[in-house]
């Protein structure tokens, strides 16, 4: 048994790019982590925490806990697809030991292994299994198509709009599991075997289908299922799908106590590349819920900032409420990532920022400066006090305006509809600073 046919070079170069982008980015992840980070990690290997990750791997990861408690049929969605989908692999490997024994078998030879198995006696458990489990994620499958067309069944009043590279990635692992039933199916009918969905729909291929049009048709759906796998696997480090082998690291590097600064850092690649996009995070905003600001929320601000395309209104148009962090189901420390992302832009003469000192002479002349702490300034006297002694430390003359009645900004008088109490009182304002 050679376990190579034409068919299966799509998936094998698919999957050969996606573990060497892995690796490379993983690899230079880690190495430009600081030297303490690196020691956490050390130390942290041979302790508790390291099972007390493997466990959240398993709840978070592969059966969604915490999109769970978001939504039960939400949460069924994505546990249908990536524990489904884990035990198609885990079992298929058990399945093909069971026919071979502990003889090498190359990856291609596992994945495709109904269709280079057709000579050999069919063991029932597995055809009942293997089917169990791809009527399961078909399941999940077809949830997903539904989410897409009305995603309030699922508890989400909307979802994520996606770049290019996450439609092409999701349109392949939507058509994975498909056309694998097909390819499977088609076997079935040709050469016998399979369980109660392979080998029934196979039955009826049989019944329907003359032998020369089954012969045409398994070799285009084989080739069609190593097409899609391939995509998806080529796809995948570039697109929201990254996610799947990013978080696991992520969930043991912050069980070693690793954690994103103010400061950009290797660290932070890891949390923001383990963001699924689900959208989770948009109905909470009240940015997108009342105001219709619908393009800065954190869903958004981890996708511009990974592809490097991060706008400083992006990052600086966030309440840092903590309501999206909160429901988070991959747990990102979200107002830390933005706060650093502020803090990298600060510099950055972005989005004509200076254009209104365009055509001023600012080398000789007086200006004074207005200083406004907030409504609740006289309640933080220290801030005061504090910029009393910057201004005459700088040997300006000071003066208090709030000594003389108090100063308002007219704002909360307009939005509580007292429009012309707040049009005399900035009207005060502009005389004030004309004195």
Known sequence: MTFFAPFCIPFMVGAAVMFVVLLWKWGSWLCRLPRADKKRILFGLPTRRTLAAVWE??????????????????????????????????????????????????????VFFKYFATGLEHKPVFDFLMDLLLLFVLSGVALAWGKRVYSRAM???RTTRHVL???????????????????????CALYGGGGFLTGSVGAWMAEHVSTLALMNLESAAWWAYSACLGIFFVALPFSRYMHIFTEIPLIFLRHYELRSTEK?????HFQVEACSRCGICIDPCQLQSVLGINDVQSVYFLRDRRYRML?????????????????CPVDIDLNTLRLNSRDTMRNVPDEKRYDYFKGLDRSSGEGKVGYFAGCMTLLTPRTMSAMDKVFRAA????????????????????LAGETDSARRMMRYNTDLFRK
């Open 264 to 268: 950009e850092g290797s660290f932070d």
């Open 155 to 157: 508890g989400m009043r």
């Open 395 to 414: 040997g300006e003359e000071v003066w208090w305006a709030d000594r003389e009645g108090g100063v308002c900004c007219g704002r909360p008088l307009k």
């Open 165 to 187: 590279g996450d439609r092409v990635a999701l349109s392949a692992l939507w058509f994975v599991f498909p056309v694998r039933l097909i390819a499977e199916s088609t076997t």
């Open 57 to 110: 791997v398993i709840s978070e990861s592969l059966l969604h806990r915490r999109i769970f408690k978001v939504n039960p049929l939400l949460g069924y969605m994505h546990m249908s697809l990536a524990f489904g989908w884990f035990l198609l692999i885990a079992v298929g490997w058990i399945e093909t030991i069971a026919y071979l024994g502990f003889r090498y078998v190359p990856l291609q030879g596992h």
């Open 311 to 327: 706008r400083l209104a992006t990052a600086d148009n966030c309440l840092m409420c903590g309501r999206c962090a909160e429901k």
